[in-house]
T-cell receptor, first 114, second 112 residues
Framework: NAGVTQTPKFQVLKTGQSMTLQCAQD?????MYWYRQDPGMGLRLIYY???????DKGEVPNGYNVSRLNKREFSLRLESAAPSQTSVYFC?????????????FGPGTRLTVL | DQQVKQNSPSLSVQEGRISILNCDYT??????FLWYKKYPAEGPTFLIS?????DKNEDGRFTVFLNKSAKHLSLHIVPSQPGDSAVYFC???????????FGSGTRLLVRP
């Protein structure tokens, strides 16, 4: 099992460019999440998908869109990148069932917007 | 408005000694708390958790204590090892959607 995978690992964009961050998990998890990590801020939730076919806003959704393509894949799109979106982005997934609170994280995508 | 706070950005401890990482929260509705460990250039990995109905949970060298009246939890690592050097995040489960609210992290350095 590869767990949670993210592509690309690194990306540099110019202001106004668009891009999609890809995330996939092979653990048959129902829920998936996108976070951003900024220095001194911890991880902040951007969007999440409780199950296939549903998506909801998190704490910092502005400037982002998501697609839950199928049970395995959850992508994050920046339509018009801004320097404030320079960050490290983490995707996570969680098994279904009320006893599972732990989320499993991918290795992250480091994005720089110039 | 930070609902989960880790007020110590960094901590340095001698190998073999105890490391104590602290976390405070403001929302009394949080019912589950987790600690994650993060190495540079990697994603966070789950370390240990505790339900709000308990006050202590232990797993090997790691123990988490929860003081609900003070809205405070702590992670104890005994004995500390150089491989424990990492950033530690505490997190709280926000509601039935299983969203997690993270603190800002504490960087632990264990000196040989």
């Amino acid at each position: 099992n590869a767990g949670v995978t993210q592509t690309p690992k690194f990306q540099v964009l110019k202001t106004g460019q668009s891009m999609t961050l890809q995330c996939a998990q092979d653990m048959n998890h129902n829920s998936m999440y996108w976070y951003r990590q900024d220095p001194g801020m911890g991880l902040r939730l951007i969007y999440y998908s409780a199950s296939e076919g549903t998506t909801d806003k998190g704490e910092v959704p502005n400037g982002y869109n998501v697609s839950r393509l199928n049970k395995r894949e959850f992508s994050l799109r920046l339509e018009s990148a801004a320097p404030s979106q320079t960050s490290v982005y983490f995707c996570a997934s969680r098994p279904s069932g009320s006893s599972y609170n732990e989320q499993f994280f991918g290795p992250g995508t480091r994005l720089t917007v110039l | 408005d930070q609902q989960v706070k880790q007020n110590s950005p960094s901590l340095s401890v001698q190998e073999g000694r105890i490391s104590i990482l602290n976390c405070d929260y403001t929302n009394s509705m949080f019912d589950y708390f987790l600690w994650y460990k993060k190495y540079p250039a990697e994603g966070p990995t789950f370390l240990i958790s505790i339900s709000s109905i308990k006050d202590k949970n232990e797993d090997g060298r790691f123990t988490v204590f929860l003081n609900k009246s003070a809205k405070h939890l702590s992670l104890h690592i005994v004995p500390s090892q150089p491989g424990d050097s990492a950033v530690y995040f505490c997190a709280a489960r926000a509601d039935s959607s299983y969203k997690l609210i993270f603190g800002s992290g504490t960087r632990l350095l264990v000196r040989p």
